[in-house]
Protein backbone atom coordinates (compact mmCIF):
# COMPACT_ATOMS: atom_id res chain seq x y z
CA UNK A 1 0.00 0.00 0.00
CA UNK A 2 1.06 3.54 -0.83
CA UNK A 3 0.19 6.61 1.61
CA UNK A 4 0.77 10.07 0.42
CA UNK A 5 0.43 13.07 2.62
CA UNK A 6 0.11 16.60 1.22
CA UNK A 7 0.98 20.04 3.17
CA UNK A 8 1.85 23.61 2.62
CA UNK A 9 -2.01 24.91 1.40
CA UNK A 10 -3.02 27.95 3.02
CA UNK A 11 -4.66 31.55 2.39
CA UNK A 12 -2.93 34.03 0.39
CA UNK A 13 -3.20 36.91 -1.42
CA UNK A 14 -3.25 37.48 -4.89
CA UNK A 15 -0.24 37.61 -6.27
CA UNK A 16 1.58 35.89 -3.50
CA UNK A 17 3.76 32.50 -3.42
CA UNK A 18 2.98 28.83 -1.74
CA UNK A 19 4.73 25.41 -2.45
CA UNK A 20 2.94 22.59 -1.82
CA UNK A 21 5.00 19.01 -0.24
CA UNK A 22 3.86 15.63 -0.67
CA UNK A 23 5.44 12.71 1.20
CA UNK A 24 5.11 8.98 -0.19
CA UNK A 25 5.86 5.98 1.80
CA UNK A 26 4.74 1.79 0.97
CA UNK A 27 5.85 0.02 -1.78
CA UNK A 28 5.87 2.36 -4.98
CA UNK A 29 7.34 1.44 -8.49
CA UNK A 30 10.92 2.77 -9.11
CA UNK A 31 9.54 4.38 -12.33
CA UNK A 32 6.63 6.03 -11.46
CA UNK A 33 5.01 9.21 -12.21
CA UNK A 34 4.07 11.99 -9.62
CA UNK A 35 1.30 14.33 -10.48
CA UNK A 36 -1.06 17.35 -8.74
CA UNK A 37 -4.60 17.65 -9.19
CA UNK A 38 -6.94 20.51 -8.40
CA UNK A 39 -10.99 20.69 -7.26
CA UNK A 40 -12.40 24.44 -7.01
CA UNK A 41 -16.22 24.41 -5.78
CA UNK A 42 -18.54 22.66 -8.03
CA UNK A 43 -16.36 21.75 -10.81
CA UNK A 44 -14.21 18.44 -11.94
CA UNK A 45 -10.80 17.31 -10.79
CA UNK A 46 -8.14 18.62 -13.23
CA UNK A 47 -5.24 18.04 -13.91
CA UNK A 48 -2.32 20.65 -12.94
CA UNK A 49 1.39 18.98 -13.64
CA UNK A 50 2.83 16.10 -13.16
CA UNK A 51 6.59 14.97 -13.15
CA UNK A 52 8.41 11.63 -14.33
CA UNK A 53 10.32 9.73 -11.71
CA UNK A 54 13.64 11.07 -13.21
CA UNK A 55 12.51 14.69 -13.02
CA UNK A 56 13.82 15.44 -16.57
CA UNK A 57 9.97 15.74 -18.00
CA UNK A 58 7.64 17.51 -16.52
CA UNK A 59 3.97 18.01 -17.66
CA UNK A 60 1.54 21.34 -16.86
CA UNK A 61 -1.71 22.74 -17.61
CA UNK A 62 -1.85 25.40 -19.63
CA UNK A 63 -3.76 27.85 -16.95
CA UNK A 64 -0.47 27.44 -14.38
CA UNK A 65 2.13 27.05 -16.53
CA UNK A 66 5.17 29.74 -16.26
CA UNK A 67 3.66 29.85 -12.56
CA UNK A 68 3.89 26.76 -11.18
CA UNK A 69 6.90 24.71 -11.06
CA UNK A 70 7.16 21.00 -10.51
CA UNK A 71 10.01 18.90 -9.02
CA UNK A 72 11.01 16.00 -6.85
CA UNK A 73 13.60 14.91 -4.16
CA UNK A 74 13.48 10.74 -4.60
CA UNK A 75 15.78 10.49 -1.89
CA UNK A 76 12.93 12.23 0.05
CA UNK A 77 10.32 10.55 -1.56
CA UNK A 78 8.75 13.90 -1.98
CA UNK A 79 7.04 16.01 -4.48
CA UNK A 80 6.79 19.71 -4.38
CA UNK A 81 4.19 22.80 -6.36
CA UNK A 82 6.16 25.93 -6.77
CA UNK A 83 3.25 27.91 -6.95
CA UNK A 84 4.14 31.70 -7.86
CA UNK A 85 1.52 34.70 -8.59
CA UNK A 86 -1.02 32.70 -7.28
CA UNK A 87 -4.55 34.18 -9.09
CA UNK A 88 -8.24 33.95 -7.06
CA UNK A 89 -8.98 31.19 -9.80
CA UNK A 90 -6.35 29.06 -8.36
CA UNK A 91 -8.27 28.49 -5.26
CA UNK A 92 -8.72 25.14 -4.74
CA UNK A 93 -8.09 21.77 -3.14
CA UNK A 94 -5.37 20.11 -4.61
CA UNK A 95 -4.76 16.58 -4.30
CA UNK A 96 -1.07 14.74 -5.19
CA UNK A 97 -1.19 11.76 -6.90
CA UNK A 98 0.88 9.10 -8.03
CA UNK A 99 0.70 6.46 -10.97
CA UNK A 100 2.84 3.25 -10.23
CA UNK A 101 3.13 2.62 -13.94
CA UNK A 102 6.56 1.85 -16.19
CA UNK A 103 5.01 2.74 -19.38
CA UNK A 104 2.76 6.35 -19.71
CA UNK A 105 2.06 8.57 -22.06
CA UNK A 106 1.69 12.37 -21.98
CA UNK A 107 -2.16 11.86 -21.77
CA UNK A 108 -2.50 9.08 -19.61
CA UNK A 109 0.25 11.20 -17.11
CA UNK A 110 -2.61 13.77 -17.15
CA UNK A 111 -5.71 11.57 -16.93
CA UNK A 112 -6.64 11.29 -13.42
CA UNK A 113 -8.47 8.24 -13.92
CA UNK A 114 -4.86 6.29 -14.63
CA UNK A 115 -3.30 7.45 -11.00
CA UNK A 116 -3.18 4.63 -8.65
CA UNK A 117 -3.02 6.50 -5.25
CA UNK A 118 -4.26 9.72 -3.66
CA UNK A 119 -3.61 12.18 -0.88
CA UNK A 120 -6.02 13.41 1.30
CA UNK A 121 -5.81 16.73 -0.21
CA UNK A 122 -4.85 20.71 1.22
CA UNK A 123 -6.99 23.93 0.55
CA UNK A 124 -5.44 26.15 -1.27
CA UNK A 125 -7.21 29.69 -1.22
CA UNK A 126 -6.37 32.69 -3.16
CA UNK A 127 -8.20 36.25 -2.04
CA UNK A 128 -8.30 38.75 -4.58
Known amino acids: QVQLVESGGGLVQAGDSLRLSCAAS????????MGWFRQGPGKERDFVAAISWSGSTTYYADSVKGRFTISRDNAKNTVYLQMNSLKPEDTAIYYC?????????????????????WGQGTQVTVSS
Open 97 to 117: ALLNSLFTTTAQRMDARNYNY
Open 26 to 33: GRTLRMNT
